[in-house]
């Protein structure tokens, strides 16, 4: 199909001036490579912009005005006017925990009466819970829940979606849930990257009876397992991209991350980093060390952790939906920025620690908690999300030859989606160049 989007109020490009990203005369632009600084700001506005797409990629991108007359109008060309509306591309939550079993709202009622997440975990509750739930789930039934999820994201505008395993923790649920999130692909319009994540917690089999203190967890046999038989195996099925590690205060430790995330390396995932979340572990060092590609959280970074990461071009990818839900800290953005670290934002959604889904309230959560600006923020939860899953040469702006993934929203200006952080304001949506939402 060939569609015209034209007349638009705001057309939000996310492609910078040369001069921002400080590439001098600047011919080239560096795609899929993250923003930083000053260029989290440059959102490319055009205004009475028009955006023409032909069989799902974008094949001119300019005024109105100057393009209209340029344009051969075939006969299927569907045109639609924009006028007073704001299009901009869809949004990519790069880090979601997607697919589960079950639910943990009795944990949402302790903690509202004052337990910690961390608590709750302690008891065997939390991830665990989950991982019981998930490995008892059919997978009509995973698939089935996840769509519904699916479906709701898309309305919010969400046209990419990362998802992680790490609720099976054994290795036939960890394939189920990898496996599911492919077949989500077939099943839906938005595109589902698949994370392995056997690294999420140490499952109950590798724990001691009648105690789940550190102590008596066999944590090298457990650690073994993911390296000798989850990461090969998940890997010769191509089942996942990447691999994340949760390290952090009573999970897997910096060694530990290390070991997972070279192994995975090893067998051609890249690898990602729950990092310094509950408290400063060291973990954003791993992220610097092992060449991470994005380091999540960060509620808890060190200096040192901080600097590694930029050295290393690692992406912050941050979660303030979380930081709300469990009453925790928020990161500090805006040190990370005035550093030159790229940074990013996704939902986190999972069913303990925050279930929101849509992205323009982690938006607004952004400006108000890690002091982004509107800007900033719209950069993170698009472009820079794109680069945290390695698809910024593809996706994440609206630019000639990228993949048609765009919005059309009912706002004046972006700046409303944070400012009216709470309400659905997408009318469009359009992904791989084909209306999924609106007309
Ligand atoms: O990103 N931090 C680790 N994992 C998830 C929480 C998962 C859960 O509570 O089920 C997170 O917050
Ligand atoms: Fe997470």
């Not at 795609?31 to 490319?44: C, D, F, N, T, W």
């Not at 500090?332 to 550093?339: L, N, T």
């Not at 925050?354 to 698009?382: D, K, Q, S, V």
Request: aromatic share 6%; hydrophobic share 40%.
């Amino acid at each position: 199909m060939h569609l015209i989007i034209q007349h638009i109020g705001q057309l939000v490009t996310l492609s910078p001036s040369p001069n921002a990203l400080g590439e001098g005369r600047g011919e080239v632009k560096p795609l899929g490579k993250a923003r930083v600084g000053l260029a989290m700001s440059e959102l490319g506005i055009i205004e009475d912009g028009l955006v023409a797409i032909e069989n799902g990629n974008i094949v001119a991108v300019g005024k109105t005005s100057e393009l209209k007359p340029k344009l051969k109008l075939l006969p299927h060309t569907k045109v639609i006017d924009a006028g007073n509306q704001v299009v901009m591309p869809g949004f990519v939550d790069c880090h979601t925990h997607l697919v589960y079993g079950g639910s943990r709202e009795n944990e949402f009622e302790m903690r509202v009466s004052g337990i910690t997440y961390q608590e709750i975990a302690a008891k065997g509750g939390g991830i665990r819970s989950t991982v019981k739930a998930t490995r008892l789930a059919s997978r009509e039934v995973l698939k089935r829940d996840a769509l519904k999820r699916l479906d709701r994201m898309l309305m919010w505008g969400t046209t990419t979606v990362e998802s992680k395993s790490g609720y099976g923790l054994e290795t036939k649920s960890e394939i189920k849930q990898l496996e599911v999130i492919k077949d989500l692909n077939d099943l839906q319009a938005i595109e589902v990257v698949p994370t392995f994540m056997g690294a999420h917690e140490f499952p109950e089999e590798f724990r001691g009876t009648g105690d789940s203190g550190q102590g008596t967890v066999d944590r090298d046999g457990y650690v073994k397992l993911i390296c000798e038989e989850m990461i090969p195996k998940v890997a010769e099925a191509a089942l996942a991209e990447f691999c994340d590690v949760f390290c952090d205060q009573g999970v897997f430790t910096p060694e530990e991350a290390i070991k997972i995330l070279e192994t995975a390396s090893n067998f051609g995932m890249i690898p990602k980093i729950h990092a310094d979340e509950l408290a400063s572990v060291g973990a954003a060092e791993v992220a610097g060390k092992v060449k991470a590609i994005s380091a999540e959280h960060l509620l808890y970074p060190s200096q040192a952790g901080l600097e590694l990461m930029k050295a290393a071009g690692t992406i912050a990818v941050l979660l303030p939906g979380t930081s709300l839900t469990i009453k925790k800290n928020y990161a500090p953005a805006r040190k990370m920025i005035e550093m030159g670290i790229p940074v990013a934002l996704a939902t986190d959604l999972n069913p303990g620690s925050c279930t929101i889904e849509n992205m323009p309230f982690i938006i607004g959560l952004a400006c108000l908690y890690l002091g982004l600006t509107p800007a900033e923020a719209i950069c993170a939860a698009t472009y820079n999300a794109a680069c945290a899953i390695k698809r910024g040469d593809r996706i994440g702006s609206i630019e000639e030859g990228k993949q048609a993934d765009l919005l059309i929203m009912d706002i004046p200006n972006y700046r409303y989606i944070p400012y009216h952080y709470a309400v659905n304001y997408v009318k469009t949506v359009v992904k791989k160049g084909r209306i999924v939402v609106g007309q």
